[in-house]
């Protein structure tokens, strides 16, 4: 698999929150990177291929996600919920930097989707 190249991002000077989770998304990216490279180099003809298949659909998710966040940060929008554009709060950031959205619009989200199949 090709690496993807490094996005240039700028951070916002003076809030080191901010620094901190752009250094904590850009971590959990590489770590992605090397983890769909790895995968990928397994043979994919074992019986665990099935697994290989769930571990590179997970790891190109997280990096969509990951890199998702990065651009909202390059965009001046990082911290705002994608819904409703109010601020999600920081602990919701703390423990998930990549967090496009505020609890109540993520759990109604969440319902929308359960209401469907049911």
């Given at each position: 698999m090709a690496t993807m190249p490094l996005p240039a991002y700028d951070s916002a000077p003076?809030?080191?929150?901010?620094?901190?989770?752009?250094?904590?998304?850009?971590?959990?990216?590489?770590?992605?990177?090397?983890?769909?490279?790895?995968v990928d180099r397994e043979p994919a003809e074992t019986p665990q291929d099935s697994v290989q298949r769930a571990l590179h659909m997970a790891a190109t998710t997280a990096l969509a996600e990951i890199d998702a966040a990065l651009d909202r940060m390059d965009r001046g929008v990082y911290g705002k919920c994608g819904t409703c554009a109010r601020p999600i709060p920081e602990d919701r950031l703390d423990?998930?930097?990549?967090?496009?959205?505020?609890?109540?619009?993520?759990?109604?989200?969440?319902?929308?989707?359960?209401?469907?199949?049911?």
């Amino acid at each position: 698999m090709a690496t993807m190249p490094l996005p240039a991002y700028d951070s916002a000077p003076d809030d080191d929150r901010h620094r901190e989770r752009r250094e904590q998304l850009l971590d959990a990216r590489m770590f992605r990177l090397e983890q769909l490279a790895a995968v990928d180099r397994e043979p994919a003809e074992t019986p665990q291929d099935s697994v290989q298949r769930a571990l590179h659909m997970a790891a190109t998710t997280a990096l969509a996600e990951i890199d998702a966040a990065l651009d909202r940060m390059d965009r001046g929008v990082y911290g705002k919920c994608g819904t409703c554009a109010r601020p999600i709060p920081e602990d919701r950031l703390d423990v998930l930097p990549m967090a496009p959205q505020c609890m109540p619009c993520h759990y109604n989200e969440q319902n929308c989707r359960l209401d469907r199949r049911v």
